[in-house]
């Protein structure tokens, strides 16, 4: 079992930046790929960013290429979704994501994910 925890939403204007992380804990956490999806007042969860275990694949949703960073410390086995230029319609709540099977690409469906987090709260004011 693989306990996510996510951290440091909040409130900011137009332009700013948040950085948000997930804390893993519970079994080899560095072995699991890891994701970050969203999921806006009446909107299906999207998907948002992924990066595999060991860090060399990284994957974007097409709306945050370019704004937002994902990265991983294996070592705290912590994982970041660093987000900048941030927009109104970057407004939810964020969660991070594991597969159930280690070293397995969990990939841009929220299929390829088995452990969920609580989520955290972004919101963006215009």
């Known amino acids: 079992q693989v306990q996510l925890v996510e951290s440091g939403g909040g409130l900011v204007q137009a332009g700013g930046s948040l950085r948000l992380s997930c804390a893993a804990s519970g079994r080899t956490c560095s072995d699991y790929s890891m994701g970050w999806f969203r999921q806006a007042p009446g909107k299906d969860r999207e998907f948002v960013a992924t990066i595999s275990w060991g860090g060399s694949t990284i994957d974007y949703a097409d709306s945050v290429k370019g704004r937002f960073t994902i990265s991983r410390d294996n070592a705290k086995t912590t994982v970041h979704l660093q987000m900048n230029s941030l927009q109104p319609e970057d407004t939810a709540v964020y969660y991070c994501?594991?597969?159930?099977?280690?070293?397995?690409?969990?990939?841009?469906?929220?299929?390829?994910?088995?452990?969920w987090g609580r989520g955290t709260q972004v919101t963006v004011s215009s």
């Open positions: 994501a594991a597969p159930g099977i280690l070293y397995r690409y969990g990939g841009r469906s929220r299929s390829g994910y088995d452990y």
